[in-house]
């Protein structure tokens, strides 16, 4: 359930007739309705479903299947609804809004869409029906408006409100001919047109097809005439400047041209196809191919909306103008702000802002970027978001404050500026809520949105990742995040709610130099001082490089403003660099302690931005702050933003970095670890490396962790092993919460022996016990001796005891008679089907005989990798991880010895094991006396490796014991002959036949061997 989301979705239910071939019909309808955004979710013989982000979108995708040739074959009805939907984590949709649009579309007849009224609320810009009351079966009564697609025109597409944008000055326009459109001009000569042109210009030439083509053109009806291709850009070039593509394009020939020609003549047009919002207008099928060849040229755009039109009666029900050629368009788009406005008064004292950012207070005194705040205010205008970024002081607060904000207020735009500071999702929520009732447009300002990045938590991030993409769906509003360009890479998060995100962005560079001629005079002529040429030339050749930096001329020009605007006064005050350098240092000497430097530094972020901090969080870094703020709020080097302190602009970061010694270096490098590690492991579960872990714990003692910050530092030093010098506040909850976890072995043993320094009670004592009885070994129970009190000690030895000794890890072989050995024919059967070199292996096992065998304890496994481990660490490297429970390979005789030392058990002796293995009745192998293939891992399986140790369950013995024949040979305490050095084995290997994997079996080695296929079990004279 977890992978299920719940998100607001159009669903268009599309149904077909009955002979309709399904996959006929689903090729159909997918390529239209990928093409406007939607996706084909579900198909079933009696229709197909298609979800959508928009109404809009899906009634479009509707028209255009219905208006394909030969859908009428195909008798498609509609049925569109809109609500929340639940979408699987594998694509497909569920919810009621299915079940409204598959009756409405039930209940409709072929060509026809009809569509909840609720929905229809939504959709001003279609002519639907009154509404009327269905009964709908299974959903009850419903009110449903009705379209008719095959009257539906392209033209129905265009808003009002999109037709005042063009006069606006927003739009690039695309004009592509012929209006009348291939079909009209078949007239002419009653055959395909181009092809037509091409034979009679051959016949006649081309002067005389000109002139037939006029002449045929001046009959036509108003808005009937040939336009060649045309693009219009607005609000830079107007149209009277407008690019021709083509002249009359008649003949085959004349096309062929055209396209070939096509991509030298778009050049300089790239950017303004890919990122611009396009206004298309021709008939059509020719601007199809047009457009067809236009993007395979650009593929990345144009990604805004674009407009398909067909001139013609469409747009008088609609009420817009007409125009017969372009000429008209041209002279009513000229007139479009030529209406000179009053210059605005003085609202400010001072020409210069120095570190401030400019608002709409200053709008007078804002000079140099009035091309960008144009074409912001138009690029905001006509898209739904916009990412505005540039270098850290490049201007873009300015620019929005007194640039684009002014010019948004004067199209009558609500304007809202947003930052994430406190609770930015609820902040969202009441901007919805006023959007989705506002009667005119609302403008999002995100400013300084690396805060997105830098301040929220991943969960936070998600949520308002969320409340943005449901943003994108609300009508009149528009969002820009304004953000620095270090930042950009990292707006790709957010296309898992707004998907093309960042196609549409715009990047404010430095100023030209041209620009900051404009900053540096214009304020001053408004205050009535006319500058010296020469001062000015001097400034922007010291302040340009690679452009001139804002910050950096408002400081310098706010200072000369002190002094005097003249040459002499600029050059007694150093230069550019040395009035920077003064007025930081000047105000530093003006400070009685050390405190403002620490408040100035605990604002710097450790990935050297700005961060806004409230007066709890500042006194959480710097005792004692409020003075020193006090001083850098008039020093202007500081400046509030609601509960917030910040420094006034980037430009003092890299000075009051300068200023860290290298612990502080160290510490806030630490810092920065800590955070990007919990942003890791709280995105992907992502743990801290050893390394990493070890930065932070060399400055545990100087940081300030969060909550989950402890978290992840517990459970990142139980998993590697490595020390804190704290635990945190509350370390007692999250190691009882990691006993929990399916975690290693090794690392439960690690919670254990850290709970175990801590003061446990109650159900903290329990919780122990049960982990003790999981993961506790004797080495373990050594080290928290001293820790526990005796009664809980000796209650996690006996937790331990169990874990080695219960009826999960050993069986009980009850005392009796077992007969043991093998008798000669048995011997002389096997001995035929070894090689030489066993036979005398083979002799040497015991006669057959019954032998009263005392009861005993025994491992129902023989020991794996992963137990051994315990016992001895260095072990782990020594297989790979995929063999934890395989048995232990390559220990010697004197190993498995020390292990049962260890564990207080016994290395069984070989009359035991083979008890253990026949049980009393004298089978041959553990499981009977017929050989199965199946049970036991041997030559006969083919592996040649060894496998996990419960892998053969079917070949246990009648005590319960696993791998007692097959898998690896087993050392025993007992030896090969009296007085000898050799160790029996007993048990068989994956390399040895079915002869050899009888109990009786045995082979001998050295104790100090080390084999490959040799491992062990052992027994104990006592139960749990």
């Not at 392209?154 to 326009?173: I, K, N, P, T």
Request: charged residues 25%.
């Amino acid at each position: 359930m977890s992978d299920q989301r719940s998100e607001l979705r159009a669903i268009l239910s599309v149904g077909l007739s009955s002979q309709s071939d399904l996959d006929e019909s689903y090729r159909r309808v997918q390529q239209p309705v990928e093409s406007r955004g939607g996706w084909l979710f579900r198909r079933e013989l009696e229709g197909l479903w298609c979800s959508f982000p928009s109404l809009r979108e899906a009634v479009l995708a509707a028209r255009d299947i219905c208006q394909a040739e030969g859908a009428g074959l195909f008798g498609f009805r509609f049925g569109l609804h809109y609500g929340d939907v639940v979408i699987t984590s594998d694509g497909d949709v569920l919810g009621n809004v299915l079940s409204v649009a598959k009756r409405l579309e039930t209940a409709g007849s072929a060509g026809k869409l009809l569509i909840s009224r609720e929905a229809a609320s939504r959709l001003d810009e279609f002519e639907l029906e009154a509404p009327t009351v269905l009964s709908l079966k299974g959903v009850g009564e419903v009110e449903a408006c009705q379209l008719v697609l095959k009257e539906f025109s392209l033209a129905d597409s265009l808003r009002h409100e999109d037709w005042q944008a063009l006069e606006r000055g927003e739009l690039l326009v695309c004009l592509v001919g012929p209006l009348g459109g291939p079909a009209e001009l078949k007239g002419l000569w009653g055959e395909p047109f181009y092809e037509a042109a091409q034979d009679r210009e051959a016949e006649v030439g081309r002067a005389q097809l000109l002139e037939e083509f006029h002449a045929w053109q001046g009959s036509l009806p108003p808005l009937r005439g040939w336009i060649a291709p045309t693009l219009c850009f607005f609000p830079e070039n107007r149209l009277e400047q407008a690019f021709k593509l083509a002249e009359e394009v008649l003949t085959e020939e004349d096309l062929d041209e055209f396209w070939s020609t096509l991509p030298a003549q778009l050049q300089g047009w790239e950017t303004a196809l890919t990122t611009h919002r396009v206004f298309w207008v021709g008939p059509g099928d020719w601007l199809e191919e047009f457009y067809r060849e236009l993007r395979r040229r650009f593929p990345a755009g144009p990604q805004q909306r674009e407009f398909v039109l067909q001139l013609g009666p469409g747009w008088k029900r609609k009420g817009l103008p007409l125009f017969q050629g372009t000429q008209p368009l041209v002279e009513l788009l000229n007139q479009v702000g030529k209406q000179s406005e009053p210059a605005p008064a003085l609202r400010t004292e001072r020409p210069y802002r120095f570190l401030d950012a400019y608002g709409p207070n200053e709008r007078s005194i804002f000079f140099g970027r009035e091309r960008e705040a144009a074409l912001l205010y138009s690029w905001i205008l006509t898209r739904r978001w916009l990412v505005l970024y540039g270098r850290s002081g490049v201007g873009k607060s300015s620019l929005l404050g007194a640039g684009v904000w002014p010019l948004l207020h004067e199209s009558d735009c609500q304007v809202r500026t947003v930052r994430c500071l406190d609770d930015p999702v609820l902040q969202l929520q009441n901007v919805r809520a006023e959007a989705e009732a506002a009667p005119r447009r609302l403008v999002l300002f995100f400013d300084q949105f690396e805060e997105y990045f830098v301040r929220l938590l991943p969960e936070q991030r998600r949520q308002l990742g969320h409340l943005l993409g449901e943003l994108c769906d609300v009508h009149r509003l528009h969002m820009l995040f304004s953000l620095r360009e270090d930042f950009l890479a990292e707006m790709a998060a957010l296309e898992e709610w707004i998907p093309t995100l960042l196609d549409s962005r715009f990047r404010l560079t430095a100023l030209t130099r041209q620009q900051a001629q404009q900053c540096i005079c214009g304020p001053a002529e408004l205050f009535g001082v006319k500058l010296d040429p020469q001062l000015v030339e001097t400034l922007l050749d010291e302040l340009e490089s690679q452009g001139v930096e804002p910050p950096e001329l408002q400081i310098v020009m706010d200072r000369l403003w002190d002094h005097g605007l003249t040459l002499e006064n600029y050059a007694r005050l150093g230069g550019v660099r040395s009035v920077l350098l003064d007025y930081l240092h000047e105000s530093m000497q003006g400070w009685q302690d050390d405190k403002p430097r620490q408040v100035l530094s605990a604002l710097v972020s450790e990935r050297g931005t700005k961060q806004a901090l409230t007066l709890e969080s500042l006194r959480a870094r710097v005792a004692e702050p409020e003075p020193a703020l006090q001083s850098l709020l008039q020093a202007r080097l500081v400046r509030t933003v609601q509960n917030y302190f910040e420094l006034c602009h980037e430009y003092l970061i890299e000075e009051i970095q300068s200023w860290a010694d290298q612990e502080e270096l160290a510490r806030r490098h630490a810092e920065m670890v800590l955070h990007s590690e919990l942003e890791s492991w709280q995105n992907v579960h992502s743990l801290m490396t050893p390394p990493r872990l070890s930065i932070v714990a060399q400055e545990l003692s100087r940081l300030q962790p969060t909550e989950a910050e402890w978290q992840l530092l517990l459970r990142a030093s139980m998993v590697h092993g490595i020390e804190l010098t704290s635990l945190g506040p509350q370390p007692q909850e999250l190691l009882i919460k990691l006993l929990d976890e399916d975690l290693d072995g090794l690392v439960q043993r690690r919670v254990l022996e850290k709970l175990a320094g801590l003061v446990l009670e109650g159900g903290a004592r329990q919780r122990f016990l049960r982990g003790a009885a999981l993961y506790s070994n004797p080495s373990l129970l050594e080290r928290v001796r001293p820790c526990l009190d005796g009664e809980f000690y000796a209650a996690v030895a006996a937790a331990t005891r169990q874990r080695f000794f219960g009826p999960e890890a050993m069986a009980y072989v009850p005392a009796g008679p077992a007969w043991l050995g093998s008798d000669l024919q048995n011997k002389a059967a096997r001995k035929a089907q070894l090689p030489r070199y066993w036979h005398a292996r083979i002799e040497s096992e015991r006669p057959l005989e019954q032998v009263d065998v005392p009861g005993f304890w025994v491992d129902r496994r023989p020991v794996t990798n992963l137990q051994f481990t315990e016992f001895r660490p260095p072990h782990i490297d020594r297989y790979p991880d995929e063999e934890h429970h395989h048995p232990v390979v390559s220990v010697s005789w004197h190993d498995a010895q020390a292990y049962a030392q260890w564990l207080g058990k016994e290395l069984i002796c070989e009359t035991r094991w083979e008890k253990a293995a026949r049980g009393g009745d004298g089978r041959l192998y553990p499981w009977g006396s017929d050989f199965r293939p199946e049970c036991l891992n041997s030559q006969e399986s083919g592996l040649r490796t060894t496998s996990d140790v419960g892998d053969h369950a079917s070949g246990a013995s009648p005590c319960g014991c696993l791998d007692m024949a097959g898998n690896v040979w087993e050392w025993t305490v007992s030896n090969w002959s009296e007085g000898g050095p050799f160790k029996v084995q007993k048990g068989g290997s994956t390399l040895n036949p079915a002869p050899l994997q009888q109990c009786s079996a045995r082979q001998e080695a050295f104790p100090d061997f080390v084999l490959q296929w040799v491992g062990f079990r052992l027994m104990s004279l006592e139960g749990p």
